[in-house]
C-alpha cells in the first residue's frame, strides 16, 4: 500500500504512555491474552498470497476479534490522536499503528478523529478482518457487479459497475465484518462521525512488489447501464455504482506512530 505518512513528533508518545498508566475505578479489564490468541490464528489462517482461508478459520477469526476490546490493544476514549485537529485543507488526519507484519498478514490500527476519512480503496488479492473498537463510523463497501472487472483489469478513467454491498453506520461494539479478494465488499470507505479504532487484520498485506498496491475510486450512483438501453435490478433493495480509479487523494494521507500497547510473543 503507498502511503505518505510522516511521524508523530515526541511528546504524543510521552502524553500517550501517560494517558495508559493512569488507572480507572470503572475501567474495562484488558484480555492479557486476546491479542496473542489473535496472532496465533493468524499464524494458522493466513497460508500466504493466493489463499483464501475457509469458512471454518473465518469463523475462528471472526469469534475471536467479536470478543476483543480496545484495552486488549492498549487503548482508551481520551487519546489525544483521537482529538487531532483539521488541517488547513481537507478532513483531519487519520493515524495508523502497526502491530505486527509479515509476509502471509499483517495488524495495525486506525485512529480517526470526527469527520476523518479514508477514502474509497481496494483490497487486491486479500482477506481483511475489520473490527470497530471504539465509536461510530460511516462504511460504504462496494463489488464489482461482474466479476471478472477486477482490480487487474480496471484503469484510470474507465468507470466500471459495481454493487452497492454496504452503506450504513456502525457503532462499537459490533460483529466483526469480513471482506475477500472478489466479494464482501472489498473496496470500501470509512468516516468517523464520532472519534474511531479500527483493528485491521489483513492476508495477506498489501505489497507494491507482489502486485498488491492500493487503488483509490471516486463512486457515482448507478440507475441504468451506460447505454441506456437495459435498467439495472432493483431486486431486494440491490443498488449499483459506477468506480472511477483515481489518483490518491488527499484524504489519505496518515500520520504513522509507534504501537505502544500489548506485544505479540513470536515463537518462530
Same mark, same amino acid.
Not at 194 to 207: E, H, K
Given at each position: 500500500?503507498?502511503?505518505?505518512?510522516?511521524?508523530? =513528533?515526541?511528546?504524543?508518545?510521552?502524553?500517550?504512555?501517560?494517558?495508559?498508566?493512569?488507572?480507572?475505578?470503572?475501567?474495562?479489564?484488558? #484480555?492479557?491474552?486476546?491479542?496473542?490468541?489473535?496472532?496465533? !490464528?493468524?499464524?494458522?489462517? *493466513?497460508?500466504? $498470497?493466493?489463499?483464501?482461508?475457509? !469458512?471454518? +478459520? %473465518?469463523?475462528?477469526?471472526?469469534?475471536?476479534? +467479536?470478543?476483543?476490546?480496545?484495552? +486488549?490493544?492498549?487503548?482508551?476514549? +481520551?487519546? /489525544?490522536?483521537?482529538?487531532?485537529?483539521?488541517?488547513?485543507?481537507?478532513?483531519?488526519?487519520?493515524?495508523?499503528?502497526?502491530?505486527?507484519?509479515?509476509?502471509? *498478514?499483517?495488524?495495525?490500527?486506525?485512529?480517526? /478523529?470526527?469527520?476523518?476519512?479514508?477514502?474509497?480503496? =481496494?483490497?487486491?488479492?486479500?482477506?481483511?478482518?475489520?473490527?470497530?473498537?471504539?465509536?461510530?463510523?460511516?462504511?460504504?463497501?462496494?463489488?464489482?457487479?461482474? $466479476?471478472? =472487472?477486477?482490480?487487474?483489469?480496471?484503469?484510470?478513467?474507465? /468507470?466500471?459497475?459495481?454493487?452497492?454491498?454496504?452503506?450504513?453506520?456502525?457503532?462499537?461494539?459490533? #460483529?466483526?465484518?469480513?471482506?475477500?479478494?472478489?466479494?464482501?465488499?472489498?473496496?470500501?470507505?470509512?468516516?468517523?462521525?464520532?472519534?474511531?479504532?479500527?483493528?485491521?487484520?489483513?492476508?495477506? &498485506?498489501?505489497?507494491?512488489?507482489?502486485?498488491?498496491?492500493?487503488?483509490?475510486?471516486?463512486?457515482? /450512483?448507478?440507475?441504468?447501464?451506460?447505454?441506456?438501453?437495459?435498467?439495472?435490478? =432493483?431486486?431486494?433493495?440491490?443498488?449499483?455504482?459506477?468506480?472511477?480509479?483515481?489518483?490518491?487523494?488527499?484524504?489519505?494521507?496518515?500520520?504513522?506512530?509507534?504501537?505502544?500497547? &500489548?506485544? %505479540?510473543?513470536?515463537?518462530?
Amino acid at each position: 500500500m503507498t502511503i505518505k505518512a510522516g511521524y508523530v =513528533n515526541g511528546p504524543v508518545h510521552k502524553m500517550i504512555k501517560k494517558k495508559r498508566c493512569k488507572k480507572r475505578a470503572n475501567r474495562t479489564q484488558a #484480555d492479557p491474552m486476546g491479542l496473542q490468541r489473535l496472532f496465533v !490464528s493468524c499464524r494458522e489462517v *493466513f497460508k500466504g $498470497p493466493g489463499t483464501v482461508p475457509c !469458512s471454518s +478459520d %473465518v469463523q475462528k477469526m471472526c469469534r475471536i476479534l +467479536d470478543c476483543m476490546k480496545p484495552e +486488549d490493544v492498549g487503548l482508551c476514549k +481520551d487519546l /489525544p490522536f483521537f482529538k487531532a485537529k483539521s488541517h488547513a485543507k481537507g478532513n483531519p488526519r487519520v493515524i495508523y499503528t502497526t502491530i505486527y507484519q509479515c509476509k502471509n *498478514f499483517s495488524l495495525c490500527i486506525f485512529f480517526l /478523529p470526527p469527520t476523518a476519512v479514508i477514502p474509497l480503496h =481496494n483490497h487486491p488479492g486479500m482477506t481483511v478482518f475489520s473490527k470497530l473498537l471504539l465509536g461510530t463510523v460511516h462504511i460504504k463497501a462496494y463489488d464489482w457487479a461482474d $466479476p471478472s =472487472n477486477s482490480d487487474n483489469f480496471v484503469g484510470p478513467n474507465q /468507470p466500471k459497475l459495481a454493487k452497492l454491498k454496504a452503506n450504513d453506520v456502525f457503532t462499537a461494539p459490533c #460483529d466483526t465484518s469480513v471482506l475477500y479478494p472478489t466479494s464482501g465488499g472489498n473496496i470500501h470507505s470509512f468516516e468517523a462521525i464520532t472519534p474511531c479504532a479500527i483493528l485491521d487484520v489483513l492476508g495477506p &498485506p498489501y505489497s507494491n512488489e507482489d502486485g498488491r498496491d492500493c487503488s483509490y475510486y471516486r463512486d457515482t /450512483p448507478c440507475t441504468s447501464l451506460s447505454s441506456g438501453e437495459t435498467t439495472l435490478s =432493483n431486486e431486494e433493495g440491490i443498488s449499483y455504482g459506477l468506480l472511477e480509479e483515481i489518483e490518491m487523494p488527499m484524504d489519505s494521507l496518515m500520520d504513522r506512530i509507534e504501537y505502544m500497547g &500489548p506485544q %505479540v510473543l513470536d515463537s518462530s
